[in-house]
């Protein structure tokens, strides 16, 4: 199976040093949560609804929005932070 550009998103800004994504064979990371299930999440971040909208600035620039995290501000592009927020919804 050839897989999803956004799978490749998520290798080549290497968000797997953080976050397990699953189907991502390069996203093992346990710094973050894993990211199973993750359209069955009420909240980003804890403090967000998880909608669209917020996905796509959390993916944009985690640090504006919760400044102690972690996270660093790696997807610098509108469309690959929709393909991955697109990905992370079909987790169910």
């Known amino acids: 199976a050839i897989p999803h550009r956004s799978h490749r998103h998520i290798a080549n800004l290497q968000c797997g040093a953080g976050n ?16 199973e299930k993750f359209a069955r999440r009420a909240y980003l971040a804890g403090k967000w609804p998880n909608q669209p909208d917020y996905l796509v600035r959390w993916l944009r620039d985690p640090p504006a ?18 393909d991955i927020a697109a990905y992370l919804y079909s987790l169910e």
């Open 65 to 82: 929005m919760a400044p102690p995290t972690a996270m660093p501000a790696l997807v610098h592009d509108d469309a690959v932070a929709r």
């Open 20 to 35: 397990e994504v699953p189907g991502v064979r390069a996203a093992r990371g346990s710094v973050g949560p894993t990211l």
